[in-house]
């Protein structure tokens, strides 16, 4: 025999022999992972869907090990994420505005703190049809009348006010000073529901994505106080909107900002305006107070 031939099958025995035992931890059969899944399942039902594996594991008292019990749930927590996006999904309006200056959207954030701890706050006002961020209200507080003022000095700017004005409900934009701002400027006023940040997503996302660009977190400590926030966040939304290059038509937002038509003339406000506060009062009329009644506000605007 040549060497060759020996090595074949020396080869072809060794492949013969039953698999070796891989190293590391055995699997876990099956049931023992099905009984784990189902006493996790009931210490969450307990505890509650955002409990962790440590108050998980310490009330199985031992039932379960520590490592089996985080797997374990780590697996229900995934399941509930991808329910709740699903739901999410199927419940989810998306609108799309092919003008400028339809609808703007307003919300405030704590851009850091000074020194001392006194926050900053910043108010931001945005253009859902553009996606531009038209001005930025820094300063200690905000309030009414700062609102009014951001809204004046955008329109001096932009030329004219929205038809839509959506926001929170917080009390900086629902008070008396705003709604007779608004109702003479004949501006509807788009309100979320209570809890439903989604609903004023135009501004969430863009202070997301301010917050980003400049570092700013709450509880960021600004040494330069108001003036720092100002020049950091100017820099972020001025970056954002000019030189960030953007996929589709636009290559930025500033270019999509100039190239979207109006829209809309003063006559269509009036009658917008006169046909939405009747729709308004109809559901003020027909529903009880509470989030059903507000609910009908929103989609007698939209």
Do not use: F
């Amino acid at each position: 025999m040549t060497e060759h031939t020996l090595h074949n099958w020396t080869q072809r025995d060794a492949s013969s022999e039953p698999e070796r035992a891989r190293p590391g931890r055995p699997a876990t059969p099956a049931p023992v992972v099905r009984s784990a899944l189902r006493k996790v399942r009931r210490e969450m039902r307990r505890q509650g869907r955002t409990a962790g594996w440590r108050p998980i594991a310490a009330a199985l008292e031992g039932a379960v090990s520590v490592a089996l019990a985080q797997r374990c749930l780590a697996l229900w927590k995934k399941r509930n994420r991808t329910r709740l996006r699903l739901l999410r999904g199927g419940l989810r309006q998306t609108i799309e505005i092919p003008a400028r200056d339809v609808l703007w959207s307003q919300d405030a954030m704590q851009a850091g703190r000074r020194d001392g701890g006194e926050p900053v706050m910043a108010d931001v006002l945005r253009d859902a049809g553009a996606r531009r961020t038209l001005s930025l209200s820094i300063g200690s507080e905000v309030s009414g009348d700062t609102v009014i003022a951001q809204l004046e000095a955008t329109r001096r700017v932009r030329g004219r006010l929205p038809l839509v004005l959506s926001s929170d409900n917080g009390p900086a934009y629902c008070n008396e000073a705003v709604a007779d701002y608004l109702e003479r400027h004949q501006v509807l006023h788009l309100k979320t529901l209570p809890r439903t940040p989604q609903h004023n997503a135009w501004a969430e996302r863009g202070i997301g994505a301010l917050r980003r660009e400049s570092g700013i977190a709450s509880h960021t400590v600004l040494a330069g106080g108001v003036s720092e926030a100002i020049a950091r966040l100017g820099e972020a939304a001025w970056r954002l909107d000019t030189q960030r290059r953007r996929p589709g038509d636009y290559p930025t937002i500033e270019a999509r900002d100039n190239a979207l038509p109006h829209g809309y003339d003063e006559h269509l406000r009036a009658r917008l305006y006169r046909a939405a506060c009747a729709r308004l009062e109809d559901a003020l009329h027909e529903h009880p107070p509470g989030r059903k009644r507000r609910r009908a506000q929103r989609e007698a605007i939209l």
